[in-house]
């Protein structure tokens, strides 16, 4: 199986929404494996026009029409750049008070776009394989969070459990919701349904508005597929092999009885195999395996010391800060191995932050996320790479951009880090000790941090062991909780 990593809900011009659909797919082969830009399409029970929600109603029919009118192109567009470095798929949003937002994915380019006032039956008159995915599902109910009363597994087979919204695991899951739709409500939490019975697989999305799919730091989705194509990516989501990422690309494998995250397992056994890997990108906090929503096994990170025997390193160089709100600032960067090797360097790019338009026109502003951010170079002695950034949007709201490299070596590996002209020369072992940072200019800054290496150790938690039976229906689930705030959610294996 191959770890795919993907983004299946954002959004750019092509309703309400800023950038260029070409940008936005530019910017997910850059850095995706797979991804779904999502028009808004319709809004079955929209509140009555009235003096106070007139804006609100001709702002989203606008939306609506626009898509409308250029779906032939829209879906045109994005089946011509379906291929061997990115694979996409066909999609379009329904909001509603009634079920919940759902968008509808496709691996088919005919999906037609239909009004219809459910999930059910937008999937089944779609005529085509599809699936709806419910989004942002922590809202009060009746305000576009999720129904769980109407809920029906066998149209809607994954929850997006994180996005730009925020969290919706649980009420005292990290991001809570601070949107202008409402804080996060315990009704409508991932663990509520599971507490129900239904059984659904774990996504992250973005719900970006400006076309940047996979902007770091605003969810991702991750699947275990046979290659990547669409076809096995869509068996996989099918299967519900997938599971949940905040930020950093956390490698989760996670089996009960030998059956993978999303399975289904049909057997009497009384004892219970669970095995786990988890290998994240910064030191870890802790992992914790559930059963029926009860932690019955926590790996505690800071017991995590670095080992002689490690041959395997990571460290990021993250980049940012400054005064420039508008005007993208340039960042070149380069990174020399000696006595070493990279295994590996992995992007987090953001683009523009931008979650809901603030205008009925957005129209003008298909550049807004034309940002060229990629690796240049990725090679066993070197990794070379380019990204932009602008000014965060609170202390406490980063819009910095970073790599991540993960090398083989020793303590006595030497490393070139060249950022902007600004040129370091250290060993593995001097990193490990500390990082360090970096200004450009001397007041109001852009500026870089070089932070400090870690060993294999340190970023990485495993084990089996055996559990025994509760009920007919026991179901267990992983979340990954890493130092830096970035969390896994890993789908559920679910018994009857």
């Given amino acids: 199986m191959k770890l795919l990593w993907g983004d299946i809900h954002n959004h750019c011009g092509i309703t309400y929404g800023y950038g260029s659909l070409k940008n936005a797919l530019a910017r997910a082969k850059s850095h995706l494996d797979f991804c779904a830009v999502t028009g808004h399409a319709m809004w079955p029970d929209i509140p009555e026009r009235t003096p106070e929600t007139a804006f609100v109603v001709d702002f989203h029919q606008a939306g609506f029409r626009?898509?409308?009118?250029?779906?032939?192109?829209?879906?045109?567009?994005?089946?011509?750049?379906?291929?061997?470095?990115?694979?996409?798929?066909?999609?379009?949003?329904?909001?509603?008070s009634e079920y919940g937002d759902h968008h509808i994915v496709s691996p088919d380019d005919s999906l037609p776009l239909i009004y219809r006032d459910s999930p059910a039956a937008l999937r089944r008159d779609s005529g085509v394989p599809a699936l709806t995915v419910c989004h942002h599902i922590g809202y009060t109910p009746g305000y576009r969070g999720i129904n769980w009363d109407k809920f029906d597994e066998t149209v809607t087979p994954l929850i997006e459990v994180c996005s730009k919204?925020?969290?919706?695991?649980?009420?005292?899951?990290?991001?809570?919701?601070?949107?202008?739709?409402?804080?996060?409500?315990?009704?409508?939490?991932?663990y509520e349904g599971l507490r129900r019975g239904y059984r659904f697989g774990f996504v992250g999305s973005t719900d970006h508005h400006a076309g940047f799919p996979g902007s770091y730091g605003d969810g991702k989705m991750a699947v275990w597929a046979e290659e990547k194509s669409r076809a096995a990516i869509w068996e996989a989501m099918l299967a519900r092999r997938t599971y949940a990422v905040t930020g950093d690309r956390i490698r989760c494998e996670f089996t009960v009885n030998g059956a993978p995250m999303g399975a289904v397992v049909r057997d009497g056994s009384t004892l219970r195999r669970v095995s786990y890997r988890v290998e994240g990108c910064y030191n870890m906090d802790k992992v914790v395996i559930y059963k029926n929503l009860r932690p019955i096994r926590i790996d505690e990170g800071l017991l995590c010391l670095p080992s002689p025997a490690d041959?395997?390193?990571?460290?990021?160089?993250?980049?940012?800060?400054?005064?420039?709100?508008?005007?993208?600032?340039?960042?070149?960067?380069?990174?020399?191995?000696?006595?070493?090797r990279v295994l590996d360097v992995e992007p987090c790019f953001r683009g523009r932050s931008v979650l809901a338009p603030s205008s009925a026109n957005t129209d003008g502003f298909d550049d807004v996320n034309d940002i060229d951010s990629k690796i240049i170079e990725a090679g066993e002695d070197r990794v070379r790479w380019q990204c932009f950034s602008v000014?965060?949007?609170?202390?406490?709201h980063p819009l910095t951009s970073a790599v991540i490299l993960e090398l083989e070596g020793s303590p006595d590996t030497e490393l070139t880090i060249d950022v902007n002209g600004h040129v370091q020369n250290m060993t593995v072992a001097q990193l490990m000790r500390g990082g360090y940072s970096n200004h450009m200019k001397p007041y109001h800054s852009q500026a870089f941090k070089v932070h400090p290496a870690i060993s294999r150790s340190q970023y990485t938690l495993g084990g089996?062991?055996?559990d025994e039976k509760q009920t007919e229906t026991d179901f267990y689930h992983m979340e990954v909780y890493q130092a830096n705030g970035s969390c896994a959610f890993v789908s559920p294996v679910y018994f009857e």
């Fill in 66 to 96: 626009k898509l409308y009118d250029h779906w032939d192109q829209v879906a045109a567009q994005v089946a011509a750049a379906n291929g061997p470095d990115l694979v996409t798929f066909q999609a379009y949003e329904m909001h509603s």
């Fill in 165 to 190: 919204h925020g969290c919706g695991m649980s009420e005292t899951a990290p991001y809570p919701y601070y949107h202008n739709m409402g804080p996060r409500d315990s009704r409508n939490t991932v």
């Fill in 311 to 340: 041959r395997r390193y990571k460290f990021r160089v993250e980049m940012g800060w400054g005064d420039n709100e508008t005007e993208l600032y340039r960042w070149l960067g380069e990174v020399s191995v000696r006595n070493g």
């Fill in 391 to 396: 000014k965060n949007v609170s202390p406490l």
């Fill in 464 to 466: 089996e062991f055996t």
